[in-house]
């Protein structure tokens, strides 16, 4: 490709902007192309996001990026040349399986360079899956959210190492940060939970949904506080949006009053203050029994200093050290076999069980290990670290000294 003379600008496509994810990504390097001085674009449907993309320099692109009608598909293709041409994008960078098709044709097209980010495992079966799938790994470059789906990429799709990017997904450093977070933020969250001052929380935040592993959580905190002092002043939060889901909320709170657990293990719903509930936590579980294509919520609960629970399974064990793997003097949480709840449990005891130095120790190294490896400043700059492979330009370098100008860490590995 001939070397970009103008300033860059790069065509982000998602269906929506509600929550996520490939959502937040998608806001963060709008950010940081617009710190680099390039111009961003966002085709989207919308959503509750939208707002952060325009205050972060982002233009909006009204399209119907979620349909899946092949003709209606065709047709984006048709609009999205146009508005490559018309506004010489340089790369069009697909986020959803959808669209993506969509962007394809209108690259291939155009002769525009098109990059793709494979957010998710995604089901595979049959033969139609697998073929609509296999549009996130055509692109010239495919961003890969892990070491776990950059595996799963190359094996299911065959796509050369060569064109594939293991980009790990950040955290906002900033915002996820225990120093920035007041004592009354986490009393409010503790007296809206119903919590006591004197009790230690066991968090779960997850969406409420099957494969999250809500129930395997309940068994767990049923046999600790059966085996009698470990769980002594231990409440166990689950916190997440039912999303609807009313017949499994239900069966979560027969199991619950089943093993006599009112009070103790609590569905608080959807939490406004993640940063605040991580703080609060003495412990934050990720029990999911489907792979998680990253474990973002690893990430940001290490960053506040708290210890996490993790499911062997997916991305999550990426994102954090243990003894057994790593050494004791490393180690930031633990690492349990999916569906175990007498293993969760026993986890959950040992880290119940730490003391106040111990506990400490373990949050000071957490939130090291999440600064070292998951930084957003980090996966922003590895991002458009493959814009500049696409175009020969220089946006890492205006990015960076973008940063140094404003004061902002810059880190250059």
């Known amino acids: 490709m001939n070397s970009i003379i103008h300033a860059a600008s790069v065509l982000q496509i998602i269906p929506r902007l ?8 998608t806001v963060e390097i709008t950010e940081a192309l617009t710190r680099a ?4 674009f966002v085709m989207s449907e919308g959503g509750r996001m939208a707002d952060d993309v325009t205050r972060a320099g982002g233009v909006i692109v009204p399209f119907a990026a979620a349909t899946k009608n092949p003709a209606r598909m065709i047709a984006n293709a048709v609009r999205l040349a146009r508005f490559v041409r018309d506004t010489g994008v340089d790369i069009i960078h697909a986020r959803s399986r959808a669209p993506a098709w969509s962007a394809l044709m ?12 494979y957010h998710g495992a995604y089901g595979n079966r049959g033969f139609l899956k697998p073929l609509y799938n296999s549009v996130m790994a055509r692109g010239d470059l495919v961003i890969a959210n892990s070491n776990f789906t950059g595996a799963l990429v190359a094996e299911r799709h065959a796509t050369p190492q060569a064109r594939i990017r293991v980009i790990q997904r950040g955290v906002d450093l900033t915002r996820f940060d225990p120093a920035a977070i007041d004592a009354g933020r986490i009393a409010s969250l503790r007296k809206k939970w119903g919590v006591n001052d004197g009790a230690r929380i066991v968090l779960h935040p997850a969406r409420l949904t099957g494969w ?3 129930s395997d959580v309940i068994d767990a905190a049923a046999r600790i506080f059966r085996a009698g002092s470990t769980g002594e002043g231990a409440v166990f939060i689950l916190a997440g949006d039912a999303q609807g889901r009313a017949a499994y909320v239900s069966m ?11 009070g103790r293990v609590r569905l608080v719903g959807h939490c406004d203050d993640m940063a605040a509930a991580y703080a609060a936590a003495h412990v934050t579980l990720i029990a999911s029994t489907e792979p998680e294509a990253f474990g973002r919520t690893s990430a940001e609960a290490q960053a506040m ?6 499911t062997r399974q997916g991305a999550s064990p990426e994102t954090l050290l243990t003894a057994a793997r790593d050494g004791a003097e490393a180690a930031t949480g633990w690492i349990v076999p999916v569906a175990a709840p007498a293993a969760l449990a026993n986890a959950i005891a040992e880290a119940l069980s730490l003391s106040h130095r111990d506990r400490a120790a373990m949050a000071a190294r957490a939130r090291a290990l999440v600064s070292e490896r998951f930084s957003s400043e980090e996966m922003k700059r590895q991002t458009l670290a493959v814009y500049d492979e696409c175009l020969r330009s220089a946006l890492v370098t205006a ?15």
């Open 305 to 310: 200093g708290c210890p996490v629970i993790v």
């Open 399 to 413: 990015f960076d000294d973008a940063g140094d100008d404003a004061g902002a860490p810059a880190s250059r590995r």
């Open 106 to 117: 209108a690259a291939r097209a155009t002769g525009t360079a098109f990059v793709t980010t």
């Open 252 to 262: 979560l709170e027969r199991q619950i009053a089943s093993d006599g657990l009112e």
């Open 37 to 40: 001085g390039a111009r961003a």
């Open 212 to 214: 999250k592993g809500q």
């Open 18 to 25: 509600d929550t996520g994810g490939a959502e937040l990504a």
